[in-house]
Structures are given as structure tokens and as C-alpha cells.
């Protein structure tokens, strides 16, 4: 890392809306074929490393700090009493809760199950955590549902099921406007998170765009208070420019929150640290989130490689990420200004000058060399990804 250089201090860290997840730090290394590399770590010893690197916000589902036995009983008043020592002891805050509805057996057949025991097992779930959320500080509430989906023909009927997921949602937001208004804080913003290929074979809200869908469907009784939570390797997985997703949740103004991270398109949830597969699409994604205002969190949703131990975790993994998060981030700032990219992108704006917008064959002549500004501005990013645009050279 010494020899890395270049490496932000807490300050400057600080200044950014990065969020650490609990699940991200405490990873074990395990996997379906993988047994765990490294012990469980608490949310005591996750937020003194966080607070140390200089993360400021820090997420959590409920069970990965409350037993699943544990929730909704004293027990987890005195867990949630100790969450907030730990955050004010850390110079941390609680930015994101999130309700764990895919790893616990009730979920076999989803939140939204057949079953009505099921489901009002889920609204309890939901309910509890927009409590936990409030009671934390919290801005968010995620939901990635899980198995909402299936494996064999013909299991589930799938209009019922989203109905009954959209009972679950209606019930947390109809809590949080209750709660909000007794505490005086205002409601959470409830935030949908996509993934298309995990936990079932067949996922039924499996994109983002799906979700707006739904979110605009009239399941929702309250569908202003529900947006979205893109995580960008997800959108990557089913084939989709992430880029292109954000900007669909933009123009929607559904785009609440974002997890960052990176991978390949059409795999497994591979969870890699953010930018270390696609940086040039990284830099795009920032420059189109700082060019359109996003404000929201940046949340840290990878998994640190099982090859370390927790060493490896919080000396490199951790800072890393935030450091290219926000090299990243200053660079597209640094695109935004650029002379060159605006020069080439008024230049576009202008058109060809054609004086009859009838005549197609005029019309394609004049564009054809602009556009070949389109190549221009993209070996403009590459320089600036690299430092070369700033006198940068490679000699051999
Ligand atoms: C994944 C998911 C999760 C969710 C988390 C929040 O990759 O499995 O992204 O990490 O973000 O469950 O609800
Ligand atoms: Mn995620
Ligand atoms: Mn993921």
C-alpha cells in the first residue's frame, strides 16, 4: 500500500457519501462452493475499522447484527442500544437498513409467499427493520427481495405473488409514516434492489427497469415514498449498460441510492471491489451521476477477495476501493470541464449547418465527420483515465 502512494486521508475521505455495509466487512469468504477463509468479525470491530479508514456511513441488514430469534424482543433493544454507542463511539453514522428476506429457511418460497403465515411473517420483518431504521438514524430502507421467483414450471402464479410483495412494501411504508410522524423525522426513502439471475433460476422483478414497472404499477399505496437501489454489477450481469439503467431511474427520479461494485456481464454475482473490471465505464457512470446531481449514497457492496484474511480486508481491500471510488469521482468532475470534451460535445450540439433538415442525404453528409467526435471524446476519457491529457507519457 506504501508503495502504492497516491492514497486519500480520513479528511478526504470523509467528505464523500460512501457507505460500508456490515455484510461487506464481516464477509466469511464462503460461497456455494466455498467454505469460509476468515472468522466472523462484530459490528464493534467492522465500525472501529471503518471509522479508522475513514467511511463514514455504515448499512446493515437486520440479522446481520440481531438473531433472527432475537428480533422484534428486548433483545434487540439492547443489541440496537449498543449499535449506537459503536457508531458515536466511531465518528459513524447509520445511513441504509436493509431486511435480510432470502437467507433464513422462512424464505424458501420467498417474502411473498403462498402462504399467509409467510407473509405476515415478512410484514413483521419489514415493519421491525423501518423501526430499527428509524431508531438508528437511518435515510434508507433497501429491499432486494430474494426468491421471489422459482425454479420449477408452473410453481408460483406470478400476478398473486407481486401482489402479496406489494402488501409487504405497503405495510413498512405505511409504519414508517406512522413512526416518522410520532419521532418527527421524516419518512425513509424505501429503496427496491435488482438482481436477475440469484437466489431462484427465474427471477420475477429480476432488472431495475422491472422495478419501475412495478413501482408504477398501482400496487404501491404509496409509490412516491419507493425508488430504487441499482447495484451496478447487477444491471451488468443480465447485459445492460449501467449507465444506461442509472439514466432510466433518473429521468423517473426513482434513483435513491446506488451499490457500487463490478464484474462481468452474464456471470454469477461475482461482488468485485468497484472499477477494477470496467474503470472507463466507472468513469462514465460518475460522470453521468455528477452531471445529473445524484446526492445519494455510494454503498461499498463488495465482497473482499477470500484469498486474504481480515489483514488484507481492512489495510487493502476497504481503503482501495474508496480511494479509486473517489479518484474516480474527481476525475469526472475533471471531464465535466474539460475543453476538449466540450468543445467536441457543442460541436455535436451545433449539428452539421444544413440548411434544409428535409434532405436526407445533405443531412447525413454534414454529420458524418462530426461524428466522428463520438471516437474523439472517448480516447479524451481514456486519456484522462490514464493522466495522459496531463502530459503523461510512455516512452516505450
Ligand atoms: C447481493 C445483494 C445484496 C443486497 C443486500 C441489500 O449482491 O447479494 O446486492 O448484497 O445489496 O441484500 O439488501
Ligand atoms: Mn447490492
Ligand atoms: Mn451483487
Known amino acids: 500500500m506504501q508503495a502504492c502512494g497516491g492514497s486519500y486521508n480520513r479528511e478526504t475521505r470523509h467528505k464523500y457519501y460512501i457507505s460500508g455495509p456490515q455484510w461487506a466487512a464481516a464477509y466469511t469468504g464462503h460461497a456455494l462452493f466455498h467454505a469460509p477463509t476468515r472468522p466472523e468479525i462484530g459490528f464493534g470491530e467492522v465500525m472501529r475499522k471503518y471509522g479508522e479508514i475513514g467511511i463514514r456511513y455504515w448499512t446493515t441488514h437486520d440479522t446481520d447484527v440481531i438473531p433472527t430469534d432475537a428480533l422484534g424482543t428486548e433483545r434487540q433493544t439492547e443489541i440496537v442500544n449498543r449499535i449506537k454507542a459503536a457508531l458515536a463511539a466511531n465518528d459513524m453514522q447509520c445511513s441504509m437498513v436493509t431486511a435480510e428476506t432470502f437467507h433464513h429457511a422462512v424464505w424458501a418460497a420467498s417474502p411473498a409467499a403462498e402462504s399467509p403465515e409467510v407473509r405476515e411473517y415478512a410484514k413483521f420483518r419489514l415493519r421491525n427493520t423501518v423501526d430499527i431504521g428509524h431508531d438508528l438514524g ?149 460522470v453521468l451521476l455528477r452531471t445529473h446531481g445524484y446526492n445519494g449514497p455510494f454503498n461499498l457492496d463488495y465482497k473482499p477477495p477470500r484469498t486474504t484474511s481480515q489483514f488484507g480486508v481492512f489495510e487493502v481491500s476497504f481503503p482501495t476501493a474508496v480511494d479509486r471510488f473517489i479518484t474516480l469521482w474527481e476525475m469526472a468532475g475533471e471531464v465535466s470541464c474539460d475543453p476538449i470534451i466540450q468543445q467536441a460535445t457543442g460541436a455535436l450540439k451545433a449539428g452539421g449547418g444544413v440548411a434544409d433538415p428535409r434532405d436526407a442525404g445533405a443531412v447525413a453528409r454534414a454529420n458524418r465527420e462530426l461524428l466522428t467526435l463520438h471516437e474523439l471524446i472517448a480516447h479524451r476519457l481514456f486519456q484522462i483515465l490514464i493522466g495522459q491529457h496531463r502530459g503523461r507519457t510512455f516512452l516505450w
Open 138 to 286: 437511518a435515510t434508507f430502507a433497501v429491499y432486494w427481495p430474494g426468491s421471489l421467483g422459482y425454479y420449477v414450471q408452473g410453481a408460483i402464479d406470478e400476478l398473486a405473488t407481486l401482489r402479496w410483495y406489494a402488501e409487504g412494501l405497503n405495510a413498512a411504508c405505511d409504519r414508517d409514516l406512522e413512526i416518522a410522524k410520532k419521532l418527527g423525522r421524516p419518512p425513509l426513502k424505501h429503496c427496491l434492489e435488482a438482481k436477475p439471475f440469484e437466489p431462484q433460476a427465474e427471477i420475477l422483478l429480476p432488472t431495475s427497469d422491472a422495478m419501475l414497472a412495478f413501482i408504477g404499477s398501482g400496487l404501491l399505496t404509496h409509490p412516491e415514498m419507493v425508488g430504487l437501489n441499482p447495484e451496478y454489477l447487477h444491471e451488468l450481469m443480465w447485459g445492460a449498460a449501467p449507465r444506461a439503467a442509472l439514466a432510466r431511474a433518473l429521468l423517473a427520479g426513482k434513483l435513491f441510492h446506488f451499490d457500487i461494485n463490478d464484474g462481468y456481464r452474464l456471470k454469477h454475482d461475482v461482488d468485485i471491489g468497484v472499477a477494477l473490471v470496467n474503470p472507463l465505464d466507472w468513469l462514465n457512470v460518475l
